[in-house]
């Protein structure tokens, strides 16, 4: 990648000073790991998500693994999840020793977990099931608390892609029995590193808080305030803990996330008329009335089209593109497992797939030059 500077990236930053002044006043404050910033990210994710407890954690990829945890995940346990995803989703449950089995998503046109799949691959080993909200675009949660009642299945959000997005009036990650959120560079919520695990049970908030730290029943800052001379150490734990620069960014990103989102929302309108005149696209979701925050804007091209081609040709015009996602079951890694799996919908948007340049910032002009190349090429 050396050298290349697309002046259209995929995505961009939606810094200012605010994120300046919150890190200078971590330096200057001289506590730098889990204080008083990341007490106050958990009070105010938990308030913005409408749910009983946020608990602050090094990434996304942490939270999924202690919420397969908190799930009880182990020994071969099945979690249903889907393969059109980041690899995270499924490495999580590696991790806790369960073994992931994918289902399909829904159509072409709706890209997360078919809950008419997720039916069929319930097995007597099954334990849970991770649905991920991919672009923002909520899952048939109904549907999916449904089927987890009926065989008592766990539920968890991997809701990475979803901060800010609705499902019904109520927040993407406060649906199931666990969710999970990601701070890292490109989401909506920008830190570097950073993630959040919601959940409105005492239990497994107690666990999850202890396992982000080592099982240890008191932290450094109860110890400083004089609340506790030692500690115990009462589960296996890890060291999954946010730091302060991080939780004081994640507070001024999460302030900017509705402003941010509505600028997405109208970024995906102008998109959506520009490209509506070129055949060989098709912009998935049409139809699907709850509030996304576009994440990303992903497209489906035609059959005909050879998408490595057109992905040059938008680089060496400056635009850069990307694809969500290289199916997980197809990787060779995963080809270890053998399992067994027929996800011709996963497998299809997978080979067809192209995610357009999407961030708050986004301009009209910047937008055109995307549609206008796009129409260019189509019409050689
Ligand atoms: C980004 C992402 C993750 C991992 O998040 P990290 O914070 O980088 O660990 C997990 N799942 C999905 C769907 C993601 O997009």
Request: hydrophobic share 40%; proline share 4%; glycine share 6%.
């Amino acid at each position: 990648m050396s050298g290349y500077n697309p002046t259209i990236p995929l995505f961009d930053l939606n810094y200012g000073q605010e994120e300046e002044e919150a890190m200078l006043r971590v330096l200057r404050s001289k506590w730098l790991t889990m204080g008083p910033e990341t007490e106050a990210l958990e009070i105010e994710f938990a308030e913005f998500c409408g749910v009983k407890h946020a608990i602050a954690l090094s990434n996304c990829t942490t939270a999924l693994h202690l919420a397969n945890l908190a799930a009880g995940i182990k020994n071969d346990d099945e979690v249903i999840c889907p393969s059109l995803s980041f690899v995270a989703t499924s490495n999580s449950i590696l991790y806790a020793g369960g073994k992931p089995v994918f289902a399909d998503i829904k159509s072409l046109n709706d890209w997360t977990i078919s809950p008419r799949d997720i039916e069929r691959k319930i097995s007597d080993r099954t334990k849970a099931i991770i649905v991920m909200h991919y672009g923002g675009f909520a899952c048939d949660m109904d549907e999916i608390m449904r089927i987890a009642a009926r065989h008592s299945l766990f539920v968890i959000e991997d809701a990475a892609h979803a901060p800010g997005a609705t499902y019904k009036d109520k927040r993407l990650g406060a649906l199931g029995d666990i969710s999970c959120f990601s701070f890292f560079s490109n989401k909506n919520i920008s830190t570097g590193e950073g993630g959040m695990i919601c959940t409105n049970s005492d239990e497994y908030a107690q666990k999850i808080r202890l396992m982000r730290s080592h099982g240890m029943t008191s932290l450094t800052l109860d110890r400083h305030k004089g609340h506790a001379y030692s500690y115990d150490v009462v589960c296996l734990g890890y060291n999954y803990r946010i730091d302060e620069i991080h939780a004081a960014l994640a507070r001024v990103q999460l302030k900017k996330l509705y402003d941010g989102n509505n600028l997405r929302l109208k970024a995906a309108g102008i998109y959506k008329k520009g490209l509506s005149k070129i055949d060989q696209i098709t912009i998935p979701f049409a139809g699907k009335a709850d509030q996304t925050n576009y994440h990303i804007f992903p497209i489906l091209l035609d059959k005909s089209v050879n998408r490595n081609d057109l992905m040059t040709y938008l680089r060496q015009n400056g635009i850069q593109t990307s694809i969500h996602y290289p199916p997980i079951h197809q990787f060779s890694f995963f080809k270890n497992f053998n399992f067994k799996h027929e996800l011709p919908l996963t497998e299809y948007v997978g080979e067809h797939e192209l995610t357009l340049p999407m961030y708050p910032g986004i301009t009209g002009c910047q937008q055109d030059s995307v549609i206008n190349f796009l129409l260019k090429y189509f019409k050689k």
